[in-house]
């Protein structure tokens, strides 16, 4: 369990015992019970959190009360607000625990010191954001481009586990398509697949 | 005009003019006439461009041809097909000069050694990779919540040059929404502006 922030940082740099222990006193961990928030709309922004175990949901809840889910977040995956994170303001998303889900959480004020310190550090982290960048631009690109088929079929491709794992009416949510227009990709695509 | 580079890293990070001089040496510069192609469907991508003046399309060509807009660049901004420049593959898309453009180019050769033997420009490229993102997110936040005119409305606010110097079927293209809507949108927000 320990061993899992070095090894998931050591697929980018190699740290040494001691940079590695410099880097884990900047992290601690926590345990969200399925439901629980680990960013509240309208409160501060404390972390950036590596999900561990289990599956968040990061959501925009619109005037209307409607939720849109901007990304799930599995194991190995950074995830926060972002913008609110960065620039010290309350959240304007949340995120959420759809599973039990234990992440280890570093604060701004450690991001920043652990990347001034360590090179390596800064160095992961641009090779992050980078990919972070990447997997948005692609997700723009789908919403520009694709059909609701096909960009049900992607996330198929892409994230096989996540239809076993995510309620339908939160993949609708992601997908941008009512629950009726998901179910109909659904019993379609089971259909071809039978 | 040589000063630009120095400038535009300088709003991030201070650099000696030592440092200044082993970065520059690794930048070319290049000029598009409108129309030109800085980037080609399915050709190498060689550089990431930093547009000095003039403005860019980066685009895709769906299988029937359609162009979908994925960004505009304007002075101050980086562009290129990311995920080709990084894995050293064939574009998918295009970058092309909408207006005369006169640019910076980097090669990713290059963007790896300067990050790392100076810190400082690591540090530089993750503030830039990290703000890249956080606006990506952005626009998949108004796909999935905002109408046709929200979004149109939102351009207006936040790059009200782009309406002056972009022809009115590229910008429907960015906002994934047909000419005919555009148009719509664009008489009814001057009826509203009298």
Redesign the interface.
């Known amino acids: 369990m320990e061993e899992m922030l070095r090894r998931h940082i050591e697929q980018v740099v190699r740290l040494s015992d001691e940079e590695y222990a410099f880097v884990r006193q900047h992290f601690s961990i926590k345990y969200g019970k399925k439901g629980g928030l680990l960013i509240d709309k309208s409160e501060p922004v404390r972390y950036v959190y590596l999900v561990i175990s289990g599956l968040l949901k990061l959501v925009?809840h619109?005037k209307t009360g409607r939720e849109?889910?901007?990304s799930f977040a599995m194991e190995d995956w950074w995830e926060t607000d972002?913008?609110a994170w960065?620039s010290r303001q309350p959240a304007s998303l949340s995120l959420q625990c759809i599973e039990d889900t234990q992440v280890y959480c570093l604060s701004l004020d450690s991001y920043q010191t652990i990347?001034?310190k360590l090179?390596k550090m800064?160095?992961f982290?641009?090779q992050k954001?980078?990919r972070?960048?990447?997997a948005?631009?692609?997700?723009?690109?789908s919403?520009?481009?694709a059909t609701p088929r096909e960009r049900y079929e992607q996330v198929l491709r892409k994230q096989p586990t996540l239809l076993q794992r995510v309620p339908k009416v939160l993949l609708a949510a992601y997908l941008?398509v009512s629950r009726e227009t998901l179910s109909r990709l659904w019993r379609n695509n089971n259909r071809t697949a039978g």
Do not use: V
């Open positions: 925009y619109d849109h889910i901007i972002y913008p960065f990347c001034a090179q800064e160095h982290f641009l954001a980078n972070g960048h990447m948005s631009q692609e997700r723009i690109l919403f520009l481009t941008g």
